[in-house]
């Protein structure tokens, strides 16, 4: 299984980027797909995830009501589409997903917002 993420770049504060994970290789069991991200020099915290028997959702305090996070499972794809994004949350974002009981992470793409 393989994650490719993309949509990453520089913003200025106020801005908005959309981020897209696409999973390729050998899918069949998807239950978990979603976002991490690592600050410089801050530890990997969860952004947001997303359910696919259902689609609930769960989203990081810090990002509630300006990240959202979808999914098209035709394409296996996870996105997050961030707007009024802050300098605090410049980091590296990383893809997850979830299936058969294992974690595979995509290889990470960097969002940095300029105040």
């Known amino acids: 299984v393989q994650l490719q993420a993309s949509g990453g770049g520089l913003v200025q504060a106020g801005g908005s980027l959309r981020l897209s994970c696409a999973a390729s290789?050998?899918?069949?069991?998807?239950?978990?797909m979603g976002w991490y991200r690592q600050p410089p020099g801050k530890q990997r915290e969860l952004v947001a995830r997303?359910?696919?028997?259902?689609?609930?959702?769960n989203y990081a305090d810090s990002v509630k009501g300006r990240f959202t996070i979808s999914r098209d499972d035709a394409k296996n794809t996870v996105y997050l589409e961030m707007n009024s994004l802050k300098p605090e949350d410049t980091a590296v974002y990383y893809c997850?997903?979830?299936?058969?009981?294992?974690?595979?992470w995509g290889q990470g793409t960097l969002v940095t917002v300029s105040s």
């Open positions: 997303i359910i696919t028997n259902g689609g609930s959702t």
């Open positions: 997850i997903m979830d299936q058969s009981f294992r974690r595979y």
């Open positions: 290789g050998s899918i069949f069991s998807i239950t978990v």
